[in-house]
């Protein structure tokens, strides 16, 4: 079975520093991808970043940078420089062949201290 | 703005009723996501459209049910309301179905069922 695990409900983070939100994964496939969105309080749900099972470097986009370790099956989103817009709920998803649907984490909600 | 749009932003029904919620996808998007987020139960996916036909299921109700036109855009019909289904069903596309296509959310609409 396919499955996403975000042990963290809450994290809090001072301005300027970086945070790790942690994501594991279960699947038996060898092909999959796996995805970040961002959700704010207004929620809409904001596509983040991607990064695919046969990736061998880590995915990056601005401030956002993806730390996987497939050998683990984590796929943790690191957020560099927080700012304050950033406090939200962050998803964890993951799409494999089998099911071929995408299955969402139960989210981290993330608060930036000025 | 993601190009993704959801009709309407806000219901408020009754119990025992029917509404249909609609969505547009983003320009050259042939797949269209339905998913259910609620406090209690999260993200849930429910169906999946790709150019017209059903791709995949997930925890969809009997009394709901879905259908994408010949011109993409998408309808999730919810009939005999209960309380439990007030929820935030969101829209998404992408443009295809394989493992490497992120999906893009429309800004949801808000059911409220009293």
């Given amino acids: ?114 | 703005d993601s190009g993704v749009t959801q009709t309407p932003k806000h219901l408020i029904t009754a119990t025992g009723q029917r509404v249909t919620l609609r969505c547009s996808p983003r320009s050259g998007d042939l797949s269209v996501y339905w998913y259910q987020q609620s406090l209690d139960q999260g993200l849930q996916f429910l169906i999946q459209y790709y150019n017209g036909e059903e791709r995949a299921k997930g925890n969809i109700l009997e009394r709901f049910s879905a259908q994408q036109f010949p011109d993409l855009h998408s309808e999730l019909n919810l009939s005999s309301l209960e309380l439990g289904d007030s929820a935030l069903y969101f829209c998404a596309s992408s443009v295809g179905t394989t493992l490497y296509n992120e999906q893009f959310f429309g800004p949801g609409t808000r059911l409220t069922v009293l």
Avoid: H
């Avoid at chain 1, 370790?69 to 420089?81: F, P």
């Fill in chain 1, 1 to 114: 079975a396919q499955k996403i695990t975000q042990t963290q409900p809450g994290m809090f983070v001072q301005e300027k520093e970086a945070v790790t939100l942690d994501c594991t994964y279960d699947t038996s496939d060898q092909s999959y991808g796996l995805f970040w969105y961002k959700q704010p309080s207004s929620g809409e749900m904001i596509f983040l970043i991607y990064q695919g099972s046969y990736d061998e470097q880590n995915a990056t986009e601005g401030r956002y940078s993806l730390n996987f370790q497939k050998a683990r099956k984590s796929a943790n989103l690191v957020i560099s420089a927080s700012q304050l817009g950033d406090s939200a709920m962050y998803f964890c998803a993951m799409r494999a062949n089998t099911g071929n649907q995408f299955y969402f984490g139960t989210g981290t909600s993330l608060t930036v201290i000025p």
